[in-house]
């Protein structure tokens, strides 16, 4: 099984920093992300990469990673050997994959993205989100597994000063 048609697996623990951040940003009415890294060949969801301030753009409708703070998180995860799989953003009421998302959100075959509505009173449940995997265009797709059993291992705040801890 190719890791495009495998699962992400998300440790319940991983939840409350994306969501902590996502109500903090969207209490000030902007949108905010975070990326989910694993190990290079499984799908299990080990690292959180919340966006930092650096090289982050927020507002309403609005939220943009500058390539050097991708770099940093990128380069962070290949020398560690975790891979980026997936992107979670939020939206001020819906869930849906906006034209500027389809266009401009990172295009790589397996890659997937999450969008959480109502960012200033964001639903905690991960199905309730919005989820689509890249492959020759955006498809709708199931949420993760959330398994309450595993420990996530670390959460971590990227932006163009680097990779650094939460």
Excluded: N
Aim: charged fraction near 25%; aromatic fraction near 10%.
């Amino acid at each position: 099984m190719t890791t495009a048609t495998r699962k992400l697996v998300l440790p319940a623990s991983a939840v409350d920093p994306v969501l902590q951040e996502i109500r903090r940003h969207g209490l000030a009415d902007q949108e905010t992300g975070a990326l989910l890294l694993t190990g290079r060949s499984d799908m299990q969801v080990l690292v959180v990469a919340v966006a930092g301030t650096t090289g982050i753009v927020r507002g309403r409708g609005l939220f943009t990673v500058s390539a050097v703070a991708y770099d940093r998180l990128f380069t962070f995860a290949e020398e560690r050997s975790y891979r980026v799989r997936a992107m979670i953003h939020s939206h001020p009421e819906e869930a849906f994959l906006s034209r500027t998302d389809r266009a401009y959100s990172l295009r790589v075959p397996g890659f997937v993205s999450a969008v959480v509505p109502t960012y200033a009173a964001p639903p905690a449940d991960p199905e309730s989100w919005g989820w689509w995997r890249f492959d020759q265009d955006w498809e709708p797709c199931t949420a993760p597994v959330v398994d309450p059993g595993l420990s996530l291992v670390r959460t971590v705040v990227f932006d163009e000063e680097g990779v650094r801890e939460y």
